[in-house]
């Protein structure tokens, strides 16, 4: 199959064609042609609408799965999980919980406070639920080796907060929980770190002062089909956690946004 190109100028000037093709994907998406949790044509319409190889279109969907754009089951067709991120994640998906047993430590917590909330116009937006629908508001604070480190608030869609509610408030991972229990997997987040100054809760909880700087995370997860699953924003005290960001002239997985970028605190 002779592969076609959209724009005029020698092959050495171009950029290869598969990134092309992501890119005009990418545009789909953003504009809602192929929608958040719907299914990509298969690779032979894809082949033939750009009017290049299989390889070629498989290579263009791999950048994308690669980003987190995708996903994909073996011998289904790929799944659009989100808009694609402007500020790609560094690594996969891990939890609190994931990454301090993967330091050989032992992560815990503790529910501070727990109640059902109705959805705001944030909420709806991220987690894609009707405005006024019931939300799951959880405060926890969370430990290293029983040391408190940081505080989690996190909010649920109804359909994942009436199984992290009866969940025993000590339970070290949520996220963990859900996946053995009801078989729900964190496959994928958006995340914006910033730093501010500690909250009342978190002067309460954690030890800092009033005025004491904290690094703070946001995040929305999803599962494999693109649904939200939570949203969240995590207070680290400062000297808890640094973030290591390899980059180099072929890759980059660092960009800069304004710490308001997802306005729900």
């Known amino acids: 199959m002779t592969e076609t ?7 050495r000037s171009q950029r290869p064609r598969f990134e092309e093709i992501a890119d005009t ?13 719907s299914s990509l044509p298969s690779e032979a319409d894809l082949s033939r609408r750009f009017g290049v190889s299989a390889g070629t279109v498989r290579r263009s969907l791999n950048e994308l799965l690669a980003e987190g754009t995708l996903s994909s089951r073996r011998g289904a067709r790929k799944v659009v999980m989100r808009k694609p991120a402007r500020f790609p994640e560094v690594s996969k998906f891990r939890s609190f919980a994931q990454w301090v047993y993967g330091q050989g430590r032992t992560p815990g917590g503790r529910v501070i406070r ?9 909420d709806a937006e991220h987690l894609r639920v009707a405005v006024g629908s019931p939300v799951l508001e959880v405060l926890r604070v969370r430990t290293i080796d029983d040391h408190p480190i940081m505080m989690e608030r996190t909010r649920y869609p109804e359909w994942v907060g009436v199984k992290v509610e009866p969940m025993s ?9 859900l996946r053995s229990r009801y078989g729900i997997h964190f496959i994928a987040a958006d995340n914006v770190f910033s730093a501010q100054t500690a909250t009342t809760d978190d002067v309460e909880h954690l030890p800092i002062s009033a005025g004491d700087p904290v690094l703070v995370h946001r995040r929305i997860s999803r599962d494999g089909h693109g649904n939200p699953l939570e949203m969240g924003e995590d207070h680290y005290v400062a000297h808890a956690l640094a973030i290591a960001v390899p980059t180099s002239g072929f890759h980059n997985s660092l960009s800069w946004t304004s710490a308001d970028r997802f306005p729900w605190s």
């Open 169 to 177: 408030p000590l339970c070290p991972s949520v996220t963990n929980e």
């Open 114 to 122: 727990q109640e059902w909330a109705p959805a705001q116009d944030a």
């Open 25 to 37: 994907i990418r545009a789909d998406i953003r504009e809602e042609i192929y929608a958040v949790g």
């Open 5 to 11: 190109r959209g724009s005029a100028g020698s092959a």
